[in-house]
């Protein structure tokens, strides 16, 4: 693979979109590729936390690929939204923690890939926007969907109409970055969070990510019962177990995962 590269390293697994010239633009081989990397790192069961982010000094991903873009017709336009939002949704839904290390500009499809991670980490140099309607389309890639989930109807339309591009500081006062971190740092600021989380039940964790993703999409009551057979589930574990013995005994928790 040559637009997406990943790394393992001791339980995490580094992916970093990898088109430096075009600022990381997502062209459709690369989002079939981050496809096919997410497919194989979704099966193995020692990766338990994903860090997603760009080559180079200057962006995360810059959008979709516009010179690839602009000679689609319609039903071509559609067929690469649903692409990316496949390929966007098994990030969402995939049982690893997905963080993004926002490394520079994070713009339209790269605003909307950092929103498909679980969290979102950004350097001090990190830019944040929607500015498809500069360009005369609209975000395709669940933009208009995951960002008002985010940041509120209001803001969110407020970054789509105008295509104000937002910093760091902005975006984490907004709730789209969770942290804002020196440039210098962002990956090893990163890479603590990912080991923090891991130090936790991580099947807990696992089941806490679906249940606030998948609770988010339902009626409240339904919402309320999922919940509840998620936390049932985890005294069938090991985990379970080990946490509340532990507490008890005033020791640290050893979780197994299961
Ligand atoms: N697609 C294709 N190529 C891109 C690109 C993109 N989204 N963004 C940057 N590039 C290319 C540039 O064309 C340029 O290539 P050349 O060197 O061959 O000319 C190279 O990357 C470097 O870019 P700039 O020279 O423009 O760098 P800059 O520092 O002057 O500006 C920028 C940086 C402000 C990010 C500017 O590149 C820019 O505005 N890019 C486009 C951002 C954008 O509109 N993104 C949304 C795309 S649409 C979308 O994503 C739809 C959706 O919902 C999925």
Redesign the pocket.
């Known amino acids: 693979m040559e637009n997406v590269l990943f790394e393992e390293k001791d339980g995490v697994m580094f992916v970093t979109i990898n088109r430096p010239?075009?600022?990381n633009?997502?062209n459709s081989a690369t989002i079939e590729e981050l496809g096919e990397v997410i497919d194989g790192i979704e099966k193995r069961k020692d990766i338990k936390v994903v860090i997603v982010t760009g080559s180079g000094e200057?962006?995360f991903v810059?959008?979709?690929?516009?010179?690839e873009?602009h000679v689609l017709n319609a039903m071509q336009g559609r067929e690469l939204?649903r692409k990316?939002q496949k390929v966007f949704s098994k990030i969402e839904h995939m049982p690893q923690v997905v963080i993004a290390a926002v490394n520079g500009?994070a713009?339209?499809?790269?605003c909307?890939l950092s929103m498909a991670c679980d969290l979102r980490v950004a350097s001090e140099k990190a830019k944040f926007g929607?500015?498809?309607v500069?360009?005369g389309?609209?975000?395709?890639?669940a933009?208009t969907q995951r960002l008002p989930r985010l940041v509120g109807k209001g803001i969110a339309k407020e970054l789509i109409f105008t295509t104000d591009m937002i910093d760091a500081k902005r975006a984490y006062e907004i709730g789209l970055a969770n942290k804002v971190v020196k440039h210098e740092e962002l990956m090893i600021e990163t890479e603590k969070i990912a080991r923090k989380i891991m130090s936790k039940g991580m099947f807990g964790v696992s089941l806490a990510k679906a249940a606030v993703n998948d609770g988010m999409n339902m009626d409240t009551e339904s919402a309320y019962k999922y919940e509840a057979d998620m936390f049932g589930l985890c005294f069938s574990t090991e985990d379970q177990k080990e946490g509340m013995e532990a507490f008890l005994n005033k020791r640290k928790a050893s979780f197994k995962n299961f």
């Open positions: 010239k075009a600022l633009a997502l200057k962006a810059a959008g979709a690929d516009i010179a873009m939204a990316a500009y713009l339209g499809g790269g909307e929607q500015p498809e500069n360009l389309i609209l975000p395709g890639f933009g």
